[in-house]
């Protein structure tokens, strides 16, 4: 049987979330029964821990935001919160209007759906986090026959709330009883911790003096009835900010007790206070409930992924690099997999990354493409459609070809969000029709630029892509060799309409900008995208069509024999070979940039002013920063001298999301501003720095401070560390790539429509029993049910094997895990959950 510390090493849980803000309706207004708008945006944020910021929506009570979000879950939270802010410029002091909370544990049940949330309003109170280790032990005075004494341990606290980014925690213990009275002790505060350490201990006695107090005691029925421990925040005006209370009902052991509990409790919000003694199912209508402001629409994405070894995939992966070389296509696990499970975006995004990294993609497309091609009558049709192809081209596309996404868009998109100058040419959405002709010159300038900007970055367009544009290209020519313009727009339909129009109309959602996108350019980007995408098309166009009147004069502009010859020559590079000669003075490609705050170098002693905001830059080569964006570098660090890359305990700075950039001569210390950002840099700088020569083996956790490593208590400073150097996981290699999470993913996507699987196969098994009638099989065609049903019952055999594996380590794990452990505190239910552990210690003493 297996130890849990060994089913823990056969196993690691990676999280994604994936949301999309959509809108809010019938925010309440500024003044109570008018209709006076708000200037509203949304945050979201891990437990109280801001993530990401929508644009603000001006002017409405019914805001549409339509953002998406998505990130690596980088730690354990309690709730996913979107916050509403009703943004105040002149104070520049927002206002929280309220949050829609969700438990982690309840992300599953509104997976993949869009719904509607009741916006709560917020008190101080509710902002809750973290968790407390308390010990409550009942035992009778040995001194004293009728005596009777409750003992209870403070020992120490973890993930509490900030209060303006620091916390200054003391506990108060409050013990009550039946008649009213109540007894209170509190702890030292522990200054700047959210982590405090107490080891304090309180006893609380029964007041029962003498035999016959304590009959007239057992007359009153007094008893031991409640115990509260508050956790507060002591601020610098001598106040007490609340952070959370466990509350634990301690009636109904009068004379009997002798029971113990040890164990970790989340901290709760302040409730009115409910009866113990009314039904379960009533506890919950027995709290008040408060009055939503408004509703807020989302969509939430959650995934898990329990990741298993890499053997325990071998199979499973061999059955699907057979797939490209697999005759016919259409018994492939590829094909079937793509085309029986329904979310196909899913199964592309896990599918590419693996064939990729056995190099196996572009023949897998080749193969795919013949045999779509050859069901295909009109060629305007080719790969338009939502077909398994177009989804793996799109997710592929997106993978191999971002960094020269952002090598050709990023200075044109950077300068369009920095002078937003307005481009509305619509005259329905103009108050003044004069502005007209301004608007559609400052158009036609951020046209031409991002035009040139696509058309002459044919030479620095990924190998891989060119390869599949090529092969596409062929293969669409060998079945419609009498069309002239099919080299053309079988090539213009991916890498403009579904490649270039989608990232200049989204920036954001594929890292081109960090930065929140008004309105007015949220509508410029959207006109160039249609002006982008329509120039891509205008190679095969026999005439131009224009939807919109309004757009016409765009159009005439740019269909002309120039732009129609700088496309096709555009195509023609793209598609001529798998390996373009790049130029000689190529820039390093820019992979993530933003504001961190750095701790100043070779400082023995820190202050306050040692830590500066400076805007950092990594790209392929180095990791750099400066005073300001766009400012001289202060300081670059080639990414050949990156020895290893680790987090800071937080007790070095007294700051969280604090990283180490460790090279041969100095460290770098720079704190992220959330824990996603945090992850998001850790990764990037691991990964990167993957394939260098020289690695550390052993670091320092804390920081060296008064000539003294914090962690260890070593005075040598350039000693052996104390504590080894993550490794990378087993499965993720260097061009970032986790063959294990995604073979555990599609493996978790095949379990899940195991039915529809089942399905088909009987299908098979009817055809191949009747052979003459094909309306037994899905809409997708299978040519060959005897080499299908092989393949089918191939990946049941081995998803049921991987699925019991995975099962066996996941019991092992739950069966082993404490319920009141750290790693499990008790939540919500610890008034009941203590109640019933009471009763049941005074039933076993009386029977």
């Not at 759906?113 to 101080?124: E, G, L």
């Not at 902002?127 to 032990?137: D, R, S, T, Y």
């Not at 901290?267 to 009314?278: H, N, S």
Request: net charge positive; glycine share 4%; proline share 3%.
């Amino acid at each position: 049987m297996q130890t849990m510390a060994e089913a823990k090493s056969l196993l690691r849980t990676e999280e994604r979330l994936k949301i999309k803000i959509g809108e809010a309706k019938n925010i309440i207004s500024r003044s109570g029964g008018s209709n006076c708008p708000r200037d509203v945006y949304c945050a979201l944020s891990l437990d109280q821990e801001e993530i990401f910021r929508t644009s603000t929506i001006e002017k409405s009570l019914n805001p549409f935001f339509g953002e998406e979000f998505q990130f690596e879950v980088p730690r354990k939270f309690r709730y996913l919160s979107v916050y509403v802010y009703d943004r105040d410029r002149p104070s520049k002091n927002d206002r929280m209007l309220g949050k829609v909370a969700i438990k982690r544990e309840d992300l599953q049940a509104f997976h993949n759906k869009d719904h509607w949330f009741p916006i709560r309003p917020i008190t101080q109170d509710s902002e809750v986090q973290g968790k407390i280790h308390l010990n409550v032990n009942f035992d009778r005075n040995r001194n004293d026959e009728f005596g009777e004494k409750l003992r209870v341990q403070i020992f120490e606290a973890c993930d509490l709330t900030m209060v303006n980014s620091t916390c200054d925690p003391f506990v108060e213990v409050c013990v009550k009883f039946t008649n009213g009275k109540q007894e209170t002790h509190r702890t030292k505060v522990k200054k700047k911790t959210n982590s405090p350490v107490f080891d304090e201990s309180f006893v609380f006695t029964l007041q029962k003096e003498s035999e016959k107090n304590y009959r007239m005691a057992q007359l009153e029925d007094v008893e031991w009835s409640e115990l509260i421990v508050t956790m507060y925040h002591e601020n610098s005006s001598s106040n007490t900010v609340f952070i959370g209370e466990v509350k634990l009902s301690l009636s109904g052991h009068q004379q009997r007790i002798h029971a113990a509990t040890n164990a970790w409790y989340y901290l709760q919000p302040r409730k009115k206070r409910v009866t113990l003694r009314a039904p379960v199912s009533t506890l919950s209508s027995a709290v008040m409930d408060e009055n939503c402001i408004g509703t807020l629409r989302l969509k939430i994405q959650y995934f898990v992924d329990h990741v298993l070894p890499s053997s325990s995939y071998s199979k499973f992966k061999e059955l699907i690099l057979r797939s490209a070389n697999m005759q016919p296509i259409t018994s492939s696990a590829v094909y079937l997999l793509g085309e029986i499970i329904p979310c196909k975006a899913d199964v592309a995004h896990c599918l590419v990354r693996i064939l990729l990294q056995h190099n196996q993609f572009v023949a897998m497309i080749r193969s795919l493409a013949v045999w779509e091609i050859s069901k295909v009558t009109d060629a305007n049709t080719i790969f338009r459609g939502n077909t398994l192809v177009s989804k793996l081209m799109d997710d592929a596309m997106r993978f191999v070809g971002l960094n020269y996404l952002h090598e050709t868009l990023r200075p044109s998109i950077e300068r369009i969000l920095a002078e937003r100058k307005p481009c509305e040419i619509d005259p329905s959405r103009v108050k003044d029709k004069t502005v007209i002709h301004q608007n559609l010159c400052n158009l036609k300038i951020y046209v031409e630029d991002i035009f040139k900007a696509i058309t002459t970055s044919a030479l620095q367009c990924p190998s891989v892509m060119c390869q599949l544009f090529h092969d596409l290209k062929e293969i669409a020519i060998l079945f419609f060799p009498e069309n002239k313009e099919i080299r053309y727009s079988v090539i213009s339909g991916f890498i403009f309409l579904r490649f270039f129009a989608p990232a200049i109309l989204g920036p954001k959602l594929f890292g081109l900008t960090t930065e929140q996108i008004n309105t007015q350019t949220n509508r410029t980007l959207t006109l160039i995208s249609k002006t982008i995408q329509s120039l891509g098309n205008v190679v095969c166009a026999k005439t131009v069509s224009c939807k919109e009147e309004y757009m016409s004069s765009m159009y005439q502009t740019f269909y002309d024999e120039t732009h129609v010859t700088a496309v096709k020559q555009f195509l023609e590079i793209i598609s001529a070979s798998s390996n373009p000669v790049r130029s000689a003075s190529d820039k390093p490609v820019i992979l993530k940039e933003g504001t961190l705050v750095k701790r100043a170098q070779n400082r023995r002693r820190f202050r306050r002013k040692s830590f500066r905001q400076r805007y950092f830059k990594l790209t392929t080569e180095s990791l750099s920063y400066s005073k300001y964006k766009g400012k001289e570098i202060l300081y670059q660090v080639p990414l050949r001298d990156v020895l290893a890359i680790e987090r800071v305990s937080y007790e070095s700075f007294k700051r969280s999301n604090m990283l180490q950039i460790i090279q041969p001569d100095r460290i770098l210390y720079v704190q992220a501003n959330n824990c996603v950002e945090e992850k998001e840099w850790m990764d990037l700088l691991t990964r990167m720095c993957l394939s260098n020569d020289k690695h550390l083996t052993q670091y320092h956790p804390a920081a060296f401070v008064k000539r003294t490593w914090l962690c260890c208590k070593s005075r040598d400073e350039h000693g052996i560390g104390c504590a080894r150097v993550t490794k990378p996981s087993e499965g993720v290699h260097i061009n970032n790539i986790d063959i294990d999470r995604e073979l555990s993913r599609l493996h978790t996507l095949t379990c899940s429509h195991m039915d529809r699987i089942d399905n088909v196969l009987r299908a098979c098994e009817c055809q191949a029993a009747y052979n003459n009638d094909r309306n037994l099989l899905p809409p997708s065609v299978i040519e060959d049910v005897q080499s299908a049903m092989v393949t089918l019952n191939s990946l049941k055999n081995i998803a049921y094997t991987i699925d019991q594996e995975q099962r066996t380590v996941l019991r092992t794990i739950a069966r082993e895990t404490k319920y009141g452990s750290k790693q499990a505190p008790i939540g919500d239910d610890n008034y009941l959950l203590m109640a019933g552990r009471l009763e049941t210690a005074t039933l076993r003493k009386t029977f």
